[in-house]
C-alpha cells in the first residue's frame, strides 16, 4: 500500500489549505484514515481521524477549525484546515489503518504570521 500526499504549502494567518492524501495498492478495506503532524522539535501527533463508519475526531486545538473527510471509493482522506495558525505550521503526515498501518511521507504546512 502506498500513499500519496499533496496539498501542503505556505499561507499567511487565517488562510485555508486543503490537504489529500491518497492510498494505492493491495487494499481490501481501510478501517480508519488520519492526520498527524510534528513541528520541529515536538512529538508526532494527532490532528484528526475518521473511522470507516464516519465517525470523527479532532484534537483540541484544531476543534471548529479543521475538517477530516474521507472518499471511500478512491481511498483518500482530506483535510479542510481554515483560520490556520503559525502553530500549525508542521509536517502533516496520513495514516491508513487496514489489517496493518502505513504512513504517507508528509507534506510541510507553513503557516505565516
Known amino acids: 500500500v502506498q500513499l500519496q500526499a499533496s496539498g501542503g504549502g505556505l499561507v499567511q494567518a487565517g488562510g485555508s489549505l486543503r490537504l489529500s492524501c491518497a492510498a494505492s495498492?493491495?487494499?481490501?478495506?481501510?478501517?480508519?484514515m488520519a492526520w498527524y503532524r510534528q513541528a520541529p522539535e515536538k512529538q508526532r501527533e494527532l490532528v484528526a481521524a475518521?473511522?470507516?463508519?464516519?465517525?470523527?475526531t479532532y484534537a483540541d486545538s484544531v476543534k471548529g477549525r479543521f475538517t477530516i473527510s474521507r472518499e471511500n471509493a478512491q481511498n483518500t482522506v482530506y483535510l479542510q484546515m481554515n483560520s490556520l495558525k503559525p502553530e500549525d505550521t508542521a509536517v502533516y503526515y496520513c495514516?491508513?489503518?487496514?489489517?496493518?498501518?502505513?504512513w504517507g511521507r508528509g507534506t510541510q504546512v507553513t503557516v505565516s504570521s
Open positions: 495514516r491508513v489503518m487496514t489489517t496493518q498501518q502505513y
Open positions: 475518521v473511522t470507516s463508519g464516519g465517525s470523527t
Open positions: 495498492g493491495r487494499i481490501l478495506s481501510i478501517n480508519s
